[in-house]
């Protein structure tokens, strides 16, 4: 017999509320175990695969290769694309978001000669599961890179961008230089928020989260990005819409004054995701990779 958290619940905002109102009465212990798989649980696009095609098919004169790639030690499986050839570039999508989020940047990347990688993490897009989390993240990139190697560079978006700084400072991929694309803070920072969203009163949300450090083997305190970016030491630039809805400007700031080295800036009026499509941007992006390569030793 299926317990109640494992029955679908109304559909729409307020129902929602509802719901969780009612369920942190009657059954409080069901409320919170929903509430923590809602949590680690992404959207996912229906048209994910019919996206990516629509993302890759307006490549030109590049050569591209999809991957079925599986980690034999934890058993992660990620559908990744690569782009191009020379030296690796990590593309790393947001909470939510798709490989396909990073078509035009990895085009970007492989027209100046790089070999770009972009992969749905594990519960988005065109990879299995449901659920996901900081941790699923990194060990995707962890496969990725156990595949195909080390990055040159590291690019990620939102909650990717998270995932590229304890790419650095955690997992110990040597990149060379880092773009970050409206960085999200970690998952520690919307608590309150997503508790709020769905009605979750306060004393359940404490229940919550010990159930969701239950799912995701760590603390979210551990997975703090700008607590982690005081450890990395290359080169970085930070782009980021100051009117930000969904990440807060104020993050990127506090990213750029703990990571030495690294350079904010502002990207007013491209919002959370037209951003990744802004020419201009893109075009800093590549630049900033290409003067910090010849900035090097030879």
Known sequence: MKSTTDRPIPIGLRALKLWFSLESRLAPSSAERRAARMFVTPPRHKRGLSRHIEATSSINGLSIRSLDLVDRKTGVRIVATTIGD??????????????????????????????????????????????SSLVEFMRAMSAVSGALGVPDIIVGHSFGGSAAVFGITELGLPVRTAVLVSPAPGPAYYVERFSRTIGLPPERAVGMMR??????????????????????????????????????YEFAVHMADAWTGSLLVPAPALGHKRILRDPATIAAAVDFARAEKSALPS
């Open 86 to 131: 020379g030296p690796l570039v990590m593309l790393l999508h947001g909470w939510g978001g798709s490989a396909s989020d990073m078509i035009p940047l990895a085009s970007a990347f492989a027209r100046a000669g790089h070999r770009s990688v972009v992969f749905d993490m594990p519960g988005h897009g065109r990879s299995p599961g449901r659920e």
């Open 211 to 248: 159930r969701v450090v239950e799912r995701v083997g760590r603390s979210v305190e551990s997975l703090d990005a700008l607590v982690a970016a005081r450890g990395a030491e290359v080169p970085a630039i930070i782009f980021h819409d100051p009117a930000d809805r969904e990440v807060p």
